[in-house]
């Protein structure tokens, strides 16, 4: 364990020529705050819900003002039709600043989503990874998984995978 991650957690230090029995009797004696390190874990994942409808305050709020920036540029841009040329630019000019704010909103009604999505997948991921972890049990990472293996040629093979996509 670094000395960071035991000033996170806020840890007593360990020395650093402990063996696994000291290492597991530290564990056991600090047990409570293990817990409560698990406890925080369990709020954080009660803190990322499952993405549905995601139809927030927000993104009302979002879409409000993506709406009546839209309404004003178009109110502004029959202006700019309807006035001298040479006073028109600057109105066209706002009217296009309106709309960019327009889809700047839109956009980060869109970003809010892909990153809850983003946090959620990454959340499933490490869950996956632990459950992985946990069913392979004590066993060594770096022994070699075993599996079968078989010499074939190419015209074989995409006779194996045409047969396969015919069933």
Request: hydrophobic share 40%.
């Amino acid at each position: 364990m670094t000395n960071k991650l035991a000033q996170l957690l806020n840890l007593p230090p360990i020395p650093d020529d402990t063996s696994a029995e000291e290492a597991k009797q530290f564990v056991e004696n600090h047990q409570d705050i293990i817990t409560e390190v698990d406890s925080a874990i369990s709020k954080i994942d009660a803190a990322l819900p499952l993405v549905r409808d995601l139809d927030t305050a927000t993104d009302s709020e979002l879409d409000e003002l993506a709406t009546l920036a839209k309404t004003h540029a178009e109110n502004l841009m029959d202006l700019g039709m309807n006035i001298d040329p040479r006073f028109a630019g600057v109105i066209m000019q706002t009217a296009g600043t309106m709309l960019g704010h327009a889809i700047t909103a839109k956009t980060a009604k869109m970003d809010k989503k892909l990153r809850m999505i983003s946090l959620q997948l990454q959340k499933a991921r490490l869950d996956h990874q632990i459950a992985k972890d946990a069913k392979a049990g004590a066993a060594d990472p770096e022994e070699p998984i075993d599996g079968q293996g078989m010499v074939l040629d190419r015209n074989e093979l995409l006779k194996q995978i045409l047969a396969s996509q015919k069933k």
